[in-house]
């Protein structure tokens, strides 16, 4: 194989097409100075220098000395293995670290409402019927509202917006707490006969709502049909 074509095939493997053709040509020289790889690689000495450096790092050139000059030798193919391994381990390296960043390059864009976390507690019949009309006038017409209640009539929000609403006589699993489940918000609310003793609490989060809302819809496609 002509050196050109054993230059292709090292730049294939990973080396540049410098890093190759000084590889090359110390394999074809054996031991020898610079001066001589540089000739025949048919470059400049200083950037045979910079390349020897680069190839020394990798472990594909070892450097000795001769007098006062640094002779340089190229590794066998058992080296060239080894750089292979080194290389299919910084790719390895490298692909965890990818892993490790997708969810902090997922965020990179989004709204903070669909990033950051929010929630608030309420205490009080008042409070939480506000708290309810406050993430339902945030919602825009559409936007599918899950409300999942021990009473269909706990909240009336069919005459403001289109919901699903299951009633607890529908199923034995429902929690004692009301959930409604906005596009980026969910309220769970625990109802009472006393007033004063009802409060609910809201997370305010797109992902959150999310995958509630796809708990909730599964879950309720899961169950028996009443006959």
């Not at 340089?72 to 790719?91: H, P, R, S, Y």
């Not at 939480?128 to 509202?145: E, H, I, M, W, Y």
Request: glycine share 4%; net charge positive.
């Amino acid at each position: 194989m002509q050196p050109a074509s054993l230059t292709t095939a090292l730049t294939a493997i990973g080396l540049s097409e410098k890093q190759s053709k000084v590889y090359i040509a110390s394999r074809m020289l054996g031991p020898a100075p610079a001066q001589k790889i540089a000739e025949q690689a048919g470059l400049n000495r200083p950037t045979t220098y910079d390349m020897l450096d680069e190839l020394s790092r990798l472990g594909l050139v070892t450097r000795g000395s001769d007098s006062s000059k640094s002779i340089f030798t190229a590794v066998g193919i058992d080296g060239l293995k080894d750089f292979l391994k080194t290389q299919a381990q910084e790719v390895a390296r490298r692909d965890a670290e990818l892993d490790r960043l997708i969810p902090a390059l997922e965020h990179i864009g989004l709204k903070p409402s669909e990033t950051a976390i929010t929630t608030r507690l309420v205490h009080g019949a008042q409070a939480v019927a506000a708290l309810q009309a406050d993430a339902l006038s945030k919602t825009a017409p559409g936007k599918p509202v899950l409300l999942v209640t021990r009473s269909a009539q706990a909240l009336n929000l069919e005459s403001h917006h289109p919901a699903l609403l299951v009633a607890a006589t529908q199923s034995k699993h429902l929690p004692i707490a009301d959930i409604t489940i906005f596009h980026t918000s969910a309220i769970l609310a625990v109802p009472s006969d006393n007033p004063a003793r009802q409060a609910a609490v809201i997370i305010e989060n797109t992902a959150i709502a999310a995958a509630l809302r796809q708990l909730f819809t599964q879950a309720q496609a899961a169950q028996p049909k009443s006959r």
